[in-house]
């Protein structure tokens, strides 16, 4: 594939930062979603491999080699981007730890921690890609740039945008010149293969702070209310005046010894607006104990039977026939699960570790918020109660990092759990 042929599939933009990036040792693509920055760094990582220094290493770097083969690999198999003649030069193994790129050997990194800087300790790289850089710990980034030791090294990386503290864009992206760096900014409106219906679709999933960065693809701190979208008139319904249901997903635990032990029940209504179908995730009910409320800390067979008291029964109306689907439990209550597992044995459901991915969680819920397209019942006061409270931790966001903060969130945890595990089954249906 020659440029004439690239020129179809990306913007000038794109392609001018091809040229761009081979005058600093370092360049970065970072930007929104979708904006292409990924197929146009591959390109550049592509025609450097031809040119890397012969005496230094070849590195992939990305959170873990799963990814690395999903965000890499995966797309350099796409003759429609990268053509046959390159594509069958790219030959790898899903779960290997090295490939081969166009007759060169290509060593795989994982580095989802600051364990990882052992794996590239006292190597000599001539050329390094970092997928999902700002994702990285910042010491093995260091590590990875001291490697870069001989003549004609270099590093190509990609990114969302995160905290404007972030450690990449204070150290590194605004002192480009110092670093002998460049980087580039891009927004879907680079990427030419998108339609307007995918755009209009992309900056409705996103809101908030993770609209700034998704989409406008800035740098932007987290910082007050983490749902300040939320309003009661808006998003509470009372229970006796809960629409019909078409769907009961399941229940989200969070568990705690000293603190509450919480499980909130999601479901998605059946509803109609002008004809169409308009349905939305509602939290229906909620169940919790606190042991600093009660003075009583309860074992795990106790919690458990206690909660299973609650749980609704195929034969109950609660207020639906719908039996749920699932339960998400905190992954880090080993024991607990255990627990139910044995005690829900033949019921048809059993805890499955729940996708703890706070900051993702939060950008569903905030997002379907937003959408109006997530509301809660008034039995939910738990929730409620917690929802107004949550806020972003401004001692993290010093330190580039986006956390909130941890108090008083079980509730709004086992609401996140739920919901965030289920997106595969409810998002098809409510985009």
Known sequence: MNLSEIERLVSKAQILSLVDATKRKLALWYGSVSAGKTIIS???????????????????????????????????????IFGSRISNQIHYTPGATSATILGREVLLVGASDAK?????????????????????????????????????????ATMNPASMNHWIRKKWILQADAKNLVSFHFTMEDNPTLSEEYKRDMRAS????????????????????????????????????????QDVYGIGMDYGTTNATTGLLLGLTDEYKDGKPKPRLILMDEWGYD?????????????????????????????TMLKPRFIFLDPAAASFRTQLHNDLRGTGLS?????????????????ALDNDQFIVTDRCKGWQSEVTEYRWDEKATEHGDDAVIKEDDHYLDGGRYVTHSTKPYWQPILT
């Open 42 to 80: 591959l390109w550049a990582f592509i025609l450097a491999v031809r040119v890397a220094p012969r005496n230094g290493l070849i590195l992939i770097v990305g959170r873990s080699l799963q990814t690395i083969y999903q965000n890499i690999f995966v797309p350099f198999q796409d003759v429609n």
């Open 116 to 156: 990882a800087v052992g794996r590239i300790q006292g190597a000599t790289v001539g050329l390094a890609y970092v997928d999902e850089a700002a994702l990285m710990p910042e010491e093995f980034w260091n590590m990875l740039v001291s490697r870069l030791r001989v003549e004609g090294a270099r590093l190509l």
């Open 206 to 245: 996103y809101s908030g702070v993770f609209f700034d960065r998704m989409i406008r693809g800035e740098w932007t701190n987290a910082a007050g209310a983490v749902y300040p979208m939320w309003d009661p008139a808006r998003h509470v319904i009372p229970w006796d005046a809960m629409p019909p249901l």
């Open 291 to 319: 042991s600093k409320e009660s003075g009583i800390r309860l074992t795990d067979a106790e919690l458990s039977k206690r909660f299973r008291t609650w749980l609704p029964k195929e034969h109950t109306p609660f207020p």
């Open 351 to 367: 805890p499955w570790p729940a996708d703890n991915s706070v900051l993702a969680g939060i950008a569903t819920i905030g997002n």
